[in-house]
């Protein structure tokens, strides 16, 4: 099966987090442990890109490690903790993921902390979804289309394939040095975006030299010596995982819910009735393309909202770190900017959000808009 062709693929393949979980800990983000640089034969860029839209997966098992050093306030964490989702704050600190791909209907992901453990499994039309800190589960079907896929966490695969998504005359594209990762030689394919308005300075996709897959992916920032965003594998096993792994056999005194489709939001890709795309509302839209695409969204009183789940916990502390970004405004509006090293985010007071890897000039610009 070709894994760049595939979204079940990219979404499963190559989890994301795990082993003692620094949510919001501010871990600085370095490069993986990696030992000389393996003597590969030559490969251009145009064969790597090559390699990789061609590649295929029939199975895989393994343990990946992500890094996020956002430089900004722990919100992911915390909304992580407000909703009861871990899997909400994977895009701070440190976290380290199992991983098991057996098919495009049988995956299985599990998030592991100092805590317990999270799993998501998907066997044919039945997902799963264990908490074993509550010793809770919930169980739906998939309809019969097989459509609504459960989505798991960013990993590489999944990350490259929304670069390779960016690369027009705006990117350049070029061979990095070999590495080793997981213990398998790899290539590395550097994607530097020449729009000045990017945050993003380069991102560096390390394949598999035999498999072709995805085995790491780093996002550098602008003016950033070490990675902002960094998932890798540790360990990998490319031989299909036995059926075993994909069953859930709940543990005694689990509570078990049942979930139907209609309290599910549409997935994306599929469309409703009223022609918009499911998952997506009318009332979102993007400007610009590639590097430098900015989202904006009507959603309201971002700060209310927050408050509005006062029972969650840390919903308060949630809406006070909100209300602490700083005041910005301009001929566009007025309103409050998260920045980070990779994004910004600009929520204005009229409730609309503006959000992109890109400078604040360039949210204003669209903002105005």
Do not use: C
């Amino acid at each position: 099966m070709s894994v760049m062709k595939n979204r079940a693929v990219l979404r499963w393949l190559v989890p994301v987090t795990a082993g003692v979980a620094v949510i919001g800990g501010g871990a600085a983000v370095g490069t993986f442990a990696a030992g000389a640089d393996p003597a590969l034969p030559p490969r251009s860029a145009a064969q790597l890109l090559d390699d990789l839209r061609t590649s295929r997966l029939d199975g895989l098992s393994g343990t990946v490690v992500q890094r996020a050093d956002l430089g900004l306030p722990p919100i992911a964490a915390l909304a992580g903790k407000a909703t009861g989702n871990q899997l909400a704050g994977l895009v701070s600190g440190t976290h380290t993921l199992r991983v098991w791909y057996g098919g495009e209907d049988r995956q299985r992901i599990a998030l592991v902390d100092t805590l317990g453990e999270q799993d998501v499994l998907h066997n044919g039309r039945d997902v799963w979804t264990w908490n074993s800190r509550e010793n809770t589960a919930v169980h739906r079907e998939l309809p019969a289309d097989g459509k609504d896929v459960p989505s798991a966490p960013a990993t590489p695969a999944d990350a490259a394939q929304q670069a390779l998504a960016a690369i027009d005359p705006t990117t350049a594209v070029t061979v990095g040095r070999s590495a080793t990762v997981a213990g398998r030689d790899a290539y590395e394919l550097v994607l530097t975006p020449r729009d000045k308005a990017s945050l993003v300075h380069q991102v560096r996709i390390a394949l598999d030299a035999k498999e072709h897959v995805p085995l790491r992916f780093e996002v550098l920032a602008d003016g950033q010596d070490e990675p902002a965003f960094e998932v890798a594998f540790t360990q990998v096993d490319f031989r299909t995982p036995a059926a075993d792994q994909f069953r859930f056999n709940p543990p005694p005194g689990v509570r078990v819910t049942e979930e139907s489709a209609e309290a599910r939001p549409g997935p994306a890709g599929r469309t409703s009735k009223d022609g918009t795309a499911d998952g997506q509302r009318p009332d979102v839209r993007t400007v610009g393309t590639g590097w430098t695409t900015v989202v904006v969204a009507k959603l309201g009183d971002v700060a209310g909202g927050a408050k509005a789940g006062a029972d969650a916990p840390d919903a308060d502390m949630l809406a006070k770190v909100l209300g602490d970004l700083p005041k910005v405004s301009g001929d566009w509006g007025s309103g409050r900017l998260l920045s980070g090293k990779l994004f910004s985010v600009l929520l204005t007071d009229d409730g609309r959000v503006v959000a992109g890897l890109v400078t604040p000039e360039r949210l204003y610009q669209a903002a105005k808009g």
